[in-house]
Nanobody, 123 residues
Framework: EVDVVESGGGSVQAGGSLRLSCSGS??????MAWFRQAPGKECEGVAG???????YYVDSVKDRFTISRDYGKNTVYLQMNSLKPEDTAMYYC???????????????????WGQGTQVTVSS
């Protein structure tokens, strides 16, 4: 069974930190990524990782968020520091057997998705 499951969301005050985890099963995923969607906004690519080495970020989270991966465990993490109220969103993990290069941030490219975990940052 192919499955992607996120955990680690929650509520935090601005300036705080959270760590999200995502475990994939059923396949060995070449690439994994985190997306987020705030109410009334489009789904946005936050960070992506190809195997365990190549990482990519949207500009708004660079120097605050870090994506990492335990390739053997098919698990990806998103360490989020210096959180801001505008980071509030539902965060989704995506996984795939392919890597989409410069188009990694496009949700439609990814085939396997988790159910999401809520992150709320209060001011």
């Amino acid at each position: 069974e192919v499955d992607v499951v996120e955990s680690g969301g929650g509520s935090v005050q601005a300036g705080g930190s959270l760590r999200l985890s995502c475990s994939g099963s059923g396949l060995t995923y070449t690439s994994m990524a985190w997306f987020r969607q705030a109410p009334g906004k489009e789904c946005e690519g936050v960070a992506g990782i190809y195997y365990s080495e190549s990482t990519y970020y949207v500009d708004s989270v660079k120097d605050r968020f870090t994506i990492s991966r335990d390739y053997g465990k098919n698990t990806v993490y998103l360490q989020m520091n210096s959180l801001k109220p505008e980071d509030t969103a539902m965060y989704y993990c995506a996984a795939d057997m392919s890597w989409y290069g410069d188009h990694w941030y496009e949700p439609a490219k990814w085939n396997y998705w988790g159910q999401g975990t809520q992150v709320t940052v209060s001011s």
